[in-house]
């Protein structure tokens, strides 16, 4: 019981300071779970990451599952993943009905405006980082690098989203399809 | 309120999006344009960028908060219920089973080869959206938000910017201007 007590509140924590998710949050996860409290080798926490890229979701419900289901079984993983996600979801839901509020007040159709532009430039950043990823292989980048397939595939996905507004479900894996065939 | 049909509707549809969010939480936005605003109509993609912006300025997985949003919007509580459940099932059962099984996957070359192409199918989906999005700022036609969001990527991307704290930043610039314009506003009048 003190296990997954201690399991919940570790991944709030963990919920509550990823702001922007993704990968900043790497460090506080690898001190916490690996350093603080030892329930993963530095071994396995290289290897959950590899995981979370090759499997749905995000990394930190990821790892809460991982761990979870290491230490404490399903009621683990369980208690992990909801002390994850808890304070994100109550803090956007309130936030959402903060602006729906006083979506009349100048200061905060200011400051949705605000947020809107900026979650748009962070947006931008991850596309970028991921395009590196997929166009160079995370080395430099530099013509010789260059993956003309991953080019390819990016293209074409871009093309049939555009045109024939398919599905976004389809489109990844024919993306991935296309990936099996190309490399 | 919603009826229990739209409600289960619902939790299939964010089972199936959370099931192949790969390569980022980024790829829900897409996903959700999709469903709730081309196909069902729950809300308009001005509504779609609010909902995108909060989730993105709250802490957590933006995925998940993407989902319980939405499923708010929707349908109250009960579709937060549903949004968040949804959200977060695939990935628990997938990592449990992954885990189980992970060393006979990891040097996979299919497995790997699938994985790259779908590194470079989410990279052209983000990018549409953005695109998207961007023309829906840009038509405003209020320059000091047009610059903001360029601004913010640089910031991030070249200069390595924490997230929390372009938020807090582009909150408090926010606040000012909307001030500024407020005492401008009264000095006129």
Same mark, same amino acid.
């Given at each position: 019981m003190k296990l997954l007590w201690e399991m919940f509140f570790t991944f709030f924590k963990i919920g509550l300071f990823s &702001? +922007?998710?993704? =990968?900043? &949050?790497i460090p506080m996860i690898h001190e916490q $779970? $690996? #350093?603080? =409290?030892?329930? #993963?080798?530095a071994q396995e926490f290289t290897d959950i990451i590899t995981i979370s890229q090759m499997t749905p979701g995000p990394l930190a419900i990821n790892t809460s599952t991982f761990v979870g289901m290491r230490v404490g079984g399903i009621a683990g993983a369980l208690c992990a993943t909801a002390g994850c996600i808890c304070m994100g979801v109550v803090i956007s839901c309130g936030l959402y009905r903060m602006f729906s509020r006083f979506s009349g007040s100048a200061y905060f159709a200011e400051i949705l405006k605000g947020l809107k532009a900026s979650s748009l430039g962070l947006i931008a950043s991850a596309a970028v980082i991921i395009l590196c990823l997929a166009f160079f292989g995370g080395a430099a980048a530099s013509t010789g690098s260059l993956e003309l397939r991953a080019v390819l595939i990016f293209l074409v996905t871009l093309v049939i989203s555009r045109k024939f507004k398919l599905n976004p479900v389809l489109l990844m894996i024919l993306a991935g399809v296309l990936g099996a065939v190309l490399y | 309120m919603k009826s229990k049909k739209d409600l289960a509707w619902m939790f299939c549809i964010n089972l199936f999006i959370s099931a192949f969010? @790969? +390569?980022?939480? !980024?790829v829900v936005i897409p996903m959700i344009r999709k !469903? =709730? $605003?081309?196909?069902?109509? !729950? @809300?308009?993609e001005e509504e779609l960028m609010k909902i995108a912006a909060i989730a993105q300025s709250s802490p957590g997985a933006i995925a998940v908060n993407m989902s319980a949003l939405s499923g708010y919007r929707v349908a109250g509580r009960a579709g937060l219920a549903v949004g968040c459940v949804a959200a977060v099932l695939p990935p628990l059962i997938i990592l449990a089973a992954v885990s189980a099984v992970y060393a006979l996957i990891r040097d996979n070359a299919v497995v790997n080869a699938v994985l790259k192409g779908m590194e470079a199918g989410v990279a052209a989906l983000i990018v549409e959206v953005i695109y998207d999005m961007y023309v829906m700022v840009f038509r405003e036609k209020q320059w000091f938000f047009s610059l903001m969001a360029p601004a913010v990527f640089v910031l991030n !991307? $070249? @200069?390595? &910017?924490?997230v929390a704290l372009l938020i807090a930043g582009s909150v408090f610039i926010c606040i000012l201007k909307a001030g500024l314009a407020r005492r401008k506003e009264r000095r006129t009048s």
């Open positions: &702001i +922007g998710g993704g =990968y900043a &949050i $779970v $690996v #350093l603080t =409290y030892h329930w #993963l080798s | 969010t @790969f +390569g980022g939480g !980024y !469903y =709730y $605003v081309e196909k069902k109509r !729950y @809300f308009d !991307y $070249v @200069f390595k &910017i924490n």
